[in-house]
């Protein structure tokens, strides 16, 4: 389970949400009519596998809580380096997408931005080993440099920027592999390798943390000092040591795509890249939701609820190992278990969806979200926890799964690009907002209230937002009878 921008339940979704974007943007260019190899198609689908252990691993699981826990950093530190990468993001895909329209070259940009991606990741371990004492008893706020926070810092940046940043071509890339009536189908493979993604890089990487596999226990010694040996910046564990490795994951899952996957309608002749069109579409876009009753209410609802949602799955670990006393490492399990019933919750909320509509799908997550952020501020058993957490990941994906037919009632079909595109750009926006709001409530209640006081009143400002989206919702127009069927992206 993760967030995206940065992060796992949320980054497949939102991945849809480009893939539709980008379908309907660039209808301008040639659409195919066939299907592309098979070992292409899969090559493809395949990256949502690899990036997606980026995004478990780095921003959801570990690199806050190294941070935090391990550095003595505070939550603002990590606020503030998701923050500027999220900035960044939403300041270019205007741009990504007038180049990608321009040139219609994208395989180069998802293998530039993938190889820096993977490049900071990897930087990240190495100087959190050789400008950060490896000591346990060493490592306190104190004792590490703020030249060392600063450098891991900027390398997240980089890294999480060029995460976020090759999306945009990659989803693009997708209308060349397959006719549009067999689009949803292929980026329902895409989706559930991104679970499985989710699964498979916490399960692969622990192992380099605290020498155990999750759910199924301990390595033999053996094993991982073959292991260590062989990765290099490992040989210390801690989660210092799950960076280069998930790197060098993040490469081998995409050298598919590098190999087999090419842009099949490059542009023969050098067109001007509109930068300026790029974004005065934006504030055009904005300017004709006013035709359209809902359009710029529901784009505030969706801002609101993906604050809360990407903020609390952003600190989720952290809260988890503060706030709850887990042990060292059971935070990596509880993320597997958290993303099972996600699966099985994006299924039920897309059929509950076309039953009921999205309005009343919409109030009805958002209210499930609402008990189990009450639930878990009030909670103290870890047992109950787990619970808890069982019943959001069940969750996560219903506003995701309704939010894009619901924008679908609201516009007509043929403005669907720009207002996707627009609900992309909010949701960057609000992955800036969310997770300093939940910094400044737990940093500055901590030295006055404590460490429980504070992480749970961080839960509380997240609960705020929920209650805030909820009645945002419930003002929305019903036009259920005019959406347009969304099957094929609820796959």
């Known amino acids: 389970m993760g967030y995206d921008p940065n992060q796992t339940l949320s980054t497949s979704a939102t991945r849809k949400s480009y893939t539709q974007q980008d379908s309907v943007q660039h209808s301008s260019t040639p659409t195919t009519t066939t299907l592309a190899p098979k070992r292409e198609r899969y090559s493809w689908a395949i990256y949502d596998f690899a990036n997606t252990i980026f995004s478990m691993n780095i921003v959801t699981l570990y690199f806050s809580v190294w941070m935090i826990a391990d550095l003595g950093s505070s939550n603002t530190t990590v606020a503030i380096g998701n923050g500027i990468a999220s900035l960044l993001v939403m300041l270019s895909i205007p741009i990504f997408g007038a180049i990608s329209d321009a040139t219609g070259r994208r395989k180069r940009w998802v293998i530039g931005f993938t190889l820096l991606c993977i490049a900071a990741t990897m930087g990240i371990g190495v100087i959190g080993q050789t400008m950060v004492p490896i000591s346990a008893s060493e490592l306190n706020a104190t004792n590490v440099s703020s030249a060392a926070i600063v450098a891991i810092v900027i390398a997240f940046i980089i890294a999480n920027y060029a995460y976020q940043g090759a999306l945009p071509f990659y989803n693009a890339m997708m209308t060349d592999l397959a006719p549009p009536n067999l689009l949803g189908n292929l980026s329902g493979v895409g989706v559930a390798l991104g679970y499985l993604g989710s699964i498979a890089g916490v399960m692969l990487i622990t192992p380099f943390f605290n020498g155990e596999f999750p759910v199924f226990g301990a390595v033999s010694e053996s094993a991982m000092n073959t292991l260590r040996s062989i990765i290099p910046f490992t040989e210390h564990g801690g989660r210092v040591s799950t960076f280069v490795p998930t790197g060098l994951l993040y490469l081998l899952f995409s050298l598919p795509l590098f190999i087999f996957c090419y842009d099949h309608y490059p542009q023969a002749k050098k067109k001007a890249i509109e930068w300026k069109k790029a974004f005065s ?7 004709d939701a006013k035709k359209y009753p809902g359009s710029i209410r529901f784009l505030i609802a969706s801002f609101v609820y993906q604050d809360a949602m990407g903020t609390i799955i952003s600190f989720m670990a952290v809260y988890a190992v503060m706030a709850m006393g887990f042990a060292e490492g ?31 799908t919409l109030e009805i997550v958002t209210v499930c979200w609402i008990i189990c952020l009450v639930a878990m501020i009030l909670v103290k058993s870890q047992l109950l926890f787990w619970i808890i957490g ?21 516009v007509p079909d043929k403005e669907a690009g720009r207002f996707f595109s627009l609900m992309v750009l909010s949701a960057r926006a609000a992955a800036i907002v969310g997770p300093f709001i939940w910094s400044f409530a737990v940093d500055g209640l901590l030295p006055i209230a404590g460490t429980d006081i504070a992480y749970r009143s961080g839960v509380a400002t997240i609960l705020i937002g929920m209650i805030i989206a909820l009645f945002i919702i419930r003002g929305l127009p019903d036009n259920r009878n005019r959406a347009t069927s969304l099957s094929s992206f609820q796959s």
């Open 390 to 410: 069982a019943a959001i990941g069940f969750i996560y994906g219903g506003l995701n799964v309704a939010e894009r037919p619901m924008l679908l009632q609201l």
């Open 281 to 287: 579409d934006i504030k055009h876009t904005l300017q």
């Open 330 to 360: 059971s935070e990596t399990t509880l993320f597997v278990v958290l993303t099972m019933p996600a699966v099985l919750g994006s299924y039920v909320w897309g059929k509950l969806t076309d039953r009921i509509g999205a309005k009343k």
